[in-house]
């Protein structure tokens, strides 16, 4: 057994690499602190707090961290009671939210106290796909076009080859399929369980394009093409969907908007029309919203999310209407990729997030998708109507952010 000093030495000299600890030490608890303690001597930094956590590290390695030295921490806040009228999630649910920005957990669950008051939230789901989008490159735009053909004539035996791969994972369609001069991308879109499913899709389509070249000859440039479109803004996904697209909708009386958003729903209405859509469009953003990706953010770190995806979440849209007087109010969310099973959701510290809401697990991620998609409301609209009576700055020097 190598010395600790020793392999420190040869760390810091560059005789060894991170991840070969392991092979000269007994366990993985040793090796995490020799590369912690590597990361010290290396910044001249105590690293104490990085030390201290409850994961279990063993099995992290096995799927979530490579080379780890300790993990982080972001305080945890809970917002709520939050009152959702869905198709999954029926009644009232405290969401965790992890966010290190003062305000914000204030925000979402005054936001709440609204919803609340109004008699809850009405959230559907509305699209639910994940999708893997590869590039071929043919001899020419004629041939480009054969494979495309081949590809729409040939979907059922593409869809069994990819499904042999996967219990879970059904491939439903293939579209659409782009050719650009000599290449063609085809993006293959499957439904995924409780899983958010990008392993699950990757694996499934590669085993297609195996028959796929197989029968045509067409040369697979990259499984993926930057057409899926994954960890990316884009607006395919803003108009075709990705991961679970859900609305929120609520409707507010106008006394309850005075009473508890100091303000009134002409007020809100013109902030929305004013910042969230005409000043989104001037400044060619995709998210015509106040602040999606707060919420979304908040939720996903909380409860072992890619927080790749975050960028996709942040896509969306706020409506505002005055009907009859009151306020209505919805949010549209079209690519939400998220996971009750499965990557992050396996640590313990997001399973126990998860199980707040009583959303771990199998059967359980459409009721996930309508209270985050309901928590993203009570945020939004709680800004909106700070924005509308003037009190956003107020707040957060109040809370922490001056």
């Known amino acids: 057994m190598v010395e600790k000093k020793e392999i420190i030495t040869k760390l810091l000299n560059g005789e060894m690499k991170l991840h070969e600890i392991e092979k000269y030490t007994e366990n993985v608890g040793e090796a995490l602190n020799i590369r912690r303690e590597f990361a010290e001597k290396l910044s001249n ?4 707090n990085l030390s201290k956590y409850s994961l279990d590290m063993e099995e992290a390695m096995k799927r979530n961290i490579e080379n780890p030295i300790g993990a982080v921490q972001i305080p945890v806040g809970l917002a709520g009671p ?3 009228n869905g198709e999954h999630a029926d009644g009232e649910f405290y969401v965790p939210l992890a966010t290190s920005e003062g305000a914000l957990v204030a925000s979402v669950n005054r936001g709440c106290s609204v ?7 009405t959230v559907r789901i509305i699209g639910d796909k994940m999708t893997r989008a590869p590039v071929i490159k043919a001899k020419s735009v004629a041939d480009a076009v054969e494979i495309k053909n081949w590809i729409d004539k040939n979907f059922m035996e593409l869809k069994k080859a990819a499904e ?3 219990r879970h994972g059904k491939l439903v369609r293939i579209d659409p399929i782009v050719v650009v001069g000599k290449y063609v991308y085809p993006r293959f879109v499957f439904t995924t369980g409780d899983s958010m499913g990008m392993n699950m899709v990757t694996i499934a389509t590669e085993a297609a394009l195996n028959l796929l070249t197989h029968k045509t000859g067409a040369h697979v440039i990259a499984l993926s093409g930057n057409f899926c479109v994954d960890k990316k803004p884009s607006t395919l996904n803003f108009i075709e969907g990705r991961g679970k697209s859900v609305v929120a909708e609520v409707v507010v009386p106008k006394e309850i908007v005075n009473k508890k958003l100091k303000t009134t729903p ?3 209405l013109e902030v929305n029309i004013a910042k969230n859509l005409v000043g989104s469009a001037i400044s060619g953003s995709m998210g015509f919203n106040a602040h999606y990706a707060n ?5 996903f770190l909380a409860t072992g999310q890619d927080e790749a995806h975050i ?3 942040s896509l969306g849209i706020t409506t505002a209407e005055e009907v009859d007087g009151d306020l209505y109010f919805s949010v549209t969310l079209p690519d939400m990729p998220i996971a009750t099973i499965g990557g992050g959701t396996r640590l313990e510290t997001a399973r126990e997030c998860l199980e707040i809401m009583d959303v771990a697990g199998n059967g359980k991620v459409g009721k996930f998708a309508e209270i985050i998609a309901g928590t993203v409301l009570a945020g939004e609209l709680s800004l909106m109507g700070a924005l509308a009576a003037g009190h956003l700055a107020r707040a957060h020097k109040e809370l922490g952010r001056g």
């Open 82 to 84: 939050l009152h959702i």
């Open 45 to 48: 930094t105590s690293l104490e």
């Open 266 to 268: 002409e007020a809100i």
């Open 115 to 121: 919803i609340k008051a109004s008699g809850g939230a």
């Open 311 to 313: 960028v996709e979440g």
């Open 164 to 166: 042999v791969t996967t």
């Open 295 to 299: 919420m979304i953010g908040a939720v």
